[in-house]
């Protein structure tokens, strides 16, 4: 058995928290225990399960980027399964609210500011007080480490779903910690329970866990996509007025956040990127998965970093 216990193993420690409440799960396969039970299975064990809510990419994560899921029925629980990622709204909906007395978050992050996952959370902390409900976040670490801060902070009046609170770009937060940041600085009044993490040190990284990788997106395969995540997604922007579209992977391309055009490599400067903890490799591709700028064929740059321990974002 790993060292680490993330909250959803201490469900059975904490089942006082459900007692005689309807409950709600937020949730994506990446809620597992550490014996790789899914959150579903264990909270429908602890507690009265009632209904899921799914943020990008849905509860079982088969959702594309940015694709709208309707409402549906989940084949394997008989559970109602409510979108946080709608076309018309982001946040709990009556209906949605309805339906629970105390909602579950368990979602593992990857230590970007710019991960949607964390704008939904900020919403639900929000939403829950507003609603008068009780908010628990099983806590888990943050993938990049807990000591380690880097990038800029997001400037005041440029928040949106893709940059919800003044982050720097690398932010050395568990889950749990960005929710009671949120909840006091904002002053919201949840009534907020953080069930903790045992066995982590702030210095480990996803590598350290024992625990094997599970994707918490299509397009972050890997514990080294994660690291390299926090940098490269500044490119998925368009690089000139003239771009036709970012070059954005799509969760089939064979390195999905790593390679960008060889013709951009002008940009990773050292002022930029220091590049002295990678590796490069010039690829020629062909392929539809890459979109747009690399839709022909064209030469990458593919960024792996080497090691892992020096790399850095900015």
């Not at 909906?93 to 007395?101: G, Q, S, V, Y």
């Not at 350290?208 to 995540?229: C, D, K, R, V």
């Not at 070059?247 to 960008?260: A, G």
Request: aromatic share 8%; proline share 10%; charged share 20%.
């Amino acid at each position: 058995m790993p060292a680490l216990r993330c909250g959803a193993d201490r469900l059975g420690e904490y089942k006082h928290l459900f007692k005689d409440a309807r409950v709600g799960l937020v949730t994506t396969p990446t809620g597992r225990t550490s014996d790789g039970r899914s959150t579903i299975a264990a909270l429908q064990q602890a507690a009265d399960l009632r209904v899921l809510l799914g943020p990008e990419h849905g509860v079982r994560g088969d959702g594309a980027a940015g694709a709208f899921i309707p409402q549906y029925t989940d084949a394997a629980t008989g559970l109602p399964v409510f979108s946080l990622y709608g076309k018309d709204s982001k946040r709990l909906t009556p209906a949605m609210l309805e339906t629970f007395d105390v909602l579950v978050y368990d979602i593992q992050d990857v230590g970007s500011r710019y991960y949607t996952f964390l704008s939904t959370l900020a919403y639900l902390i929000e939403d829950c007080a507003g609603a008068g409900k009780r908010l628990v976040v099983l806590d888990r670490p943050d993938p990049l480490g807990g000591e380690i801060i880097e990038g800029t902070t997001l400037r005041p009046g440029m928040e949106n779903f893709v940059g919800c609170y003044p982050l720097p770009t690398r932010y050395a937060l568990t889950i749990g910690e960005f929710a009671q940041m949120v909840n006091a600085e904002q002053h919201f009044g949840c009534d907020l329970t953080v069930i903790p993490c045992t066995g982590w040190q702030r210095g480990q990284s996803a590598p350290a866990w024992g625990t094997p990788w599970i994707m918490p997106s299509p397009n972050i395969p890997n514990y080294e996509t994660a690291l390299l995540y926090v940098g490269t997604c500044l490119f998925e922007a368009p690089m000139s007025p003239r771009a036709a579209a970012p070059l954005l992977p799509s969760p089939s391309s064979v390195r999905p956040i790593s390679m960008m055009p060889r013709r951009w490599r002008r940009l990773l400067t050292p002022a930029a990127c220091p590049v002295s903890a990678l590796r490069r490799t010039i690829l020629p591709r062909r392929s539809p998965n890459i979109r747009a700028n690399c839709a022909a064929a064209c030469t990458c740059t593919c960024w792996m970093p080497t090691p892992c321990a020096r790399f850095r974002q900015a």
